[in-house]
């Protein structure tokens, strides 16, 4: 994955190393917290500052830091 590229899933698996959210799991052991996740990326999305890269076969979804926005 490119560096500039934002899987959620390894979003989420940062946050639970940290501390940040909450390691309980599905029985698929996705993070509960993943949509969560996902739905504040959509949120980036919305205002302009990544860029919906692909959905990984319903099981991550990859986004990416808008071109503008990372060369500041």
Same mark, same amino acid.
Request: charged content about 35%; overall charge negative; glycine content about 6%.
């Given at each position: 994955? %490119?560096?500039?590229?934002?899987?959620?899933? @390894?979003? #989420?698996? *940062?946050?639970?190393?940290?501390?940040?959210?909450?390691?309980?799991?599905?029985?698929?052991?996705?993070?509960?917290?993943?949509? *969560?996740? #996902?739905?504040?990326? @959509?949120?980036?999305?919305?205002?302009? $500052?990544?860029?919906?890269?692909?959905? %990984? @076969? $319903? +099981? %991550? +979804?990859?986004?990416?830091?808008?071109? @503008?926005?990372?060369?500041?």
């Amino acid at each position: 994955m %490119d560096s500039e590229e934002i899987s959620a899933l @390894e979003l #989420c698996e *940062q946050l639970i190393r940290s501390g940040k959210i909450s390691d309980e799991r599905f029985t698929t052991n996705k993070p509960k917290a993943y949509g *969560q996740v #996902c739905l504040a990326l @959509e949120g980036f999305v919305t205002e302009g $500052k990544l860029t919906f890269v692909k959905n %990984d @076969e $319903k +099981r %991550d +979804r990859v986004y990416k830091v808008k071109e @503008e926005i990372s060369n500041i």
